[in-house]
């Protein structure tokens, strides 16, 4: 890219033109400098995500070719709500949902603590949120190890308890959605806190100071002050993490992918192993669509209920 | 005893408790650690060793770095295309922000509105055509294609925006009558002053590089292309039984983005707590 100069100096007489020379300078550098960002977006999502909603209405193996493909309308929509098997990813996810209050009313409580009442507060913000900047294979790994029937030190701990028939945690159909559970809470605490924090520092302090004087007590406080002064950073918060919980592929690709039996078989989850694995392209972007319009619509209440539920 | 030592007493114990679940809570790592430095037979012993009794540190740690299974390579990988993801990303949504807020033309507005809600898109639900444009195209199975995949954030043109249009334009207007075009005002004046911003955003695409898992994944084939994330998977099939080595794998994969965040702690924190971005 090279220098975009201003006009040169003209005649008040041509100053209409100079003005329309000007503008069209600025529209050129402008659109220079928005480019890059353009062409990318196009050609990285926006072409993908039209092509996404195309081929949700074919019949399409990747290795056939292009030749090969079928057209089939809303075959594959009405299959996909007859297959048990998206169901139960479905339902996975309808289950996955819940670590999101647990990890936030954990974070909400941590941050109050760690922003007011504790020495070494670098410390902690560090400690807690080490999970969230490790690697997530790492974690996982590691967990797998913890989490080990027989010889992991969870189970070695529970044994020593005297609790006779410990789960087989991931290796458990019933252990193994609360399991990966447990760890994306894990995880997830260490962001969220964050978050709160910062939200606790923008609660002015004369509200706390006028509450002192009433003689409102630490729950009280909690109550009419901390509490609704954090609703729009829990609401982000919670749209944030709905969303997120549909997106989880990691943990499911690296620590059971999807089974035992089908037990963690989460929407994404279930989207990679119809394209990549079993390559059916079409039925596998008709999950895509059924993804996009659940984030989408969890994106819109986000945007009605903004104005409607939060204190400001 | 005053008011003020009560409370100091009462500020003390609270911290020592939240310690201690700093400490339950950060156990993994700790045990991750504790194994790296055993022979295999101490890494079930029950009770926990924390601290182990036979040190096996250089052995283990040259096994994972230069064995059967180097991963000196896929650090090597990784690093490349992080440095590079990093480098290309902050450039294009810093030209991207500056074109959005510090140029007025036409369309300017709604381009914005355009790629701003390309971000309400899960990545997942663009995979496949993703993977077939890169088959057609070969970028598939390289680190090039990587690269792109994350180099175009709408995210970082977002935050970085927002601190553009912090930045006064009577420093540009100055520098426009001086006769200087945008692409000087951009070097010289706008982007100097936003450099912090830049900065956070930048550690943090680094951080979510290293980690990521789902792209090379997917987009990558080759043994010899893959990432440390990618890596670290393959090993753990390869050393099933060896689980000294796995955490020291393990350990390997997260130090250098402890140092990343430790050095670059507060402007992580900053611009987490910022926007609360993520991902």
Known sequence: ?312 | MTVKNIERIRRGVITVLMFAVSVMFLLPFIWMLSASFKIEADVFTYPIQWIPTKWHIIENYKEVWVGKFPFYKYYWNTVKVTVLTTATSACVSALAAYGFSKINFAASKYLFLIVLATYMIPHQAILVPQFILYRSIGFFDSHLGLIFLSSFSVLGTFMLRQFFMGVHNEYMESAKIDGAGHWRIFWKIAFPLVRPAVATYAILRFIWTWNDYQNPLIFLRTDNLYTIQLAMQKFTTINGEFYSLIMAAAVSAILPLLLVFIVGQKSVIEGIALGGVKG
């Open chain 1, 1 to 312: 890219m090279q220098d975009i100069q201003t006009a040169p100096k003209t005649s008040k007489t041509g100053l209409k033109q100079k003005n329309g020379s000007l503008q069209m300078k600025e529209t050129i550098a402008g659109i220079l400098f928005v480019g890059p960002m353009l062409i990318g977006v196009t050609v990285l999502t926006i072409i993908p995500i039209l092509a996404t909603f195309m081929l949700s209405l074919a019949d399409w193996n990747f290795i056939a070719g292009f030749k090969d493909i079928r057209w089939v309308g809303f075959d594959n929509f009405e299959r996909l709500f007859q297959d048990d098997a998206f169901l139960k990813s479905l339902k996975n996810n309808a289950y996955f949902l819940l670590t999101v209050p647990i990890y936030l009313a954990v974070s909400m409580f941590l941050a109050i603590i760690i922003d007011k009442q504790v020495y070494m507060k670098s410390y902690f913000k560090v400690a807690y949120f080490m999970p969230y900047i490790s690697s997530i294979v790492a974690v996982a790994i590691v967990w797998q190890v913890l989490f080990h029937p027989s010889a992991g030190p969870v189970n070695q701990l529970l044994l020593s308890l005297g609790i006779d028939n410990p789960p087989k945690w991931i290796a458990d159909p019933k252990y193994a959605l609360p399991s990966l559970m447990m760890i994306s809470v894990w995880v997830s605490i260490g962001f969220n806190m964050i978050v709160y924090i910062a939200g606790l520092q923008s609660i002015p302090r004369d509200l706390y100071e006028a509450a002192d004087i009433d003689g409102a007590n630490a729950w009280n406080k909690f109550k009419s002050i901390t509490f609704p002064q954090l609703s729009s950073t829990s609401f982000f918060l919670l749209v944030t993490g709905i969303i997120s919980t549909f997106k989880v592929f990691d943990l499911i690709a690296i620590l059971t992918k999807g089974g035992p039996i089908s037990s963690t078989s989460m929407i994404v989850w279930y989207l990679y192993d119809t394209a990549f694995v079993n390559l059916k392209i079409g039925y596998a972007s008709s999950m895509a669509v059924v993804l996009f319009a659940c984030v989408m619509l969890i994106t819109l209440l986000q945007w009605i209920g903004q104005k409607k539920w939060v204190n400001y």
